[in-house]
């Protein structure tokens, strides 16, 4: 089964800095795809950034970006120059390229950015 | 488009009563997915449908739990009878086929189900 594991329930940064949230993941798979996802207040669960486990070169959107490292099994996110509306829940998922069309989620992490 | 739509977005009943929560997937997407949130378990998948076919009930909690898809621009799920432990968000994603994989899924905005 596939499993995904944030460590950190918590994390608070300062505004315009960075900060990096961890995510490993269990699977004996070996094509998927990996996803950050955000929660804010409003509920509303937002994709940040998606990753393919064939793709070697980390993903990018804007401010975000990831460490992907297939042998370790981590899917880190790095939020640079954070702002106050980054202030909400981060989900990493995984979900296999074949099979079951299952979206794993992991328990999520509460990030807050303090002006 | 409007991106999947959930009613209603909040819900409160009386343990006992039955509850019926609503959602219109993205027209053209073929696949559908059934989520409940709590701060315990975080996000669960219920249930999900390909081409308005159930394909795995295996998160279905208990037999008081029902969903149906009887189109593909609407899905159902019901809970009857209600208890306070089924207190939750609901939320119902949709994705298009083997392509939707790699894209994600898009989110509703969830029902908040408060059982009382």
């Known amino acids: 089964a596939q499993t995904v594991t944030q460590s950190q329930p918590e994390m608070s940064v300062q505004e315009a800095e960075t900060v990096t949230l961890s995510c490993t993941y269990d699977?004996?798979?070996?094509?998927?795809?990996l996803f950050w996802y955000k929660q804010p207040p409003s509920r509303q669960m937002i994709l940040v950034i998606r990753q393919e486990a064939y793709k070697q070169q980390n993903a990018t959107e804007n401010r975000f970006s990831v460490n992907f490292q297939k042998a370790a099994k981590s899917f880190s996110l790095k939020i640079s120059d954070s702002q106050l509306g980054d202030t909400a829940m981060y989900f990493c998922a995984f979900i296999l390229q074949g099979g079951s069309e299952k979206l794993v989620f992991g328990k999520g992490m509460k990030l807050t950015v303090n002006p | 488009d409007a991106g999947v739509i959930q009613s209603p977005r909040h819900e409160v009943t009386e343990m006992g009563q039955e509850v019926t929560l609503r959602c219109k997937p993205i027209s053209g997407h073929n696949s559908l997915f059934w989520y409940r949130q709590t701060m315990m378990r975080g996000l669960e998948l219920l249930i999900y449908f390909n081409n308005n076919v159930p394909i795995d009930d295996s998160g279905m909690p208990e037999d008081r739990f029902s969903a149906k898809m009887p189109n593909a621009s609407f899905s159902t799920l019901k809970i009857q009878p209600s208890e306070p432990r089924d207190s939750a968000v609901y939320f119902c994603?949709?994705?298009?086929?083997?392509?939707?994989?790699?894209?994600?899924?898009?989110f509703g905005s969830g029902t908040r189900l408060t059982v009382v």
């Open positions: 994603a949709s994705s298009l086929g083997r392509r939707g994989r790699s894209n994600g899924y898009t």
């Open positions: 699977t004996s798979e070996n094509n998927y795809y």
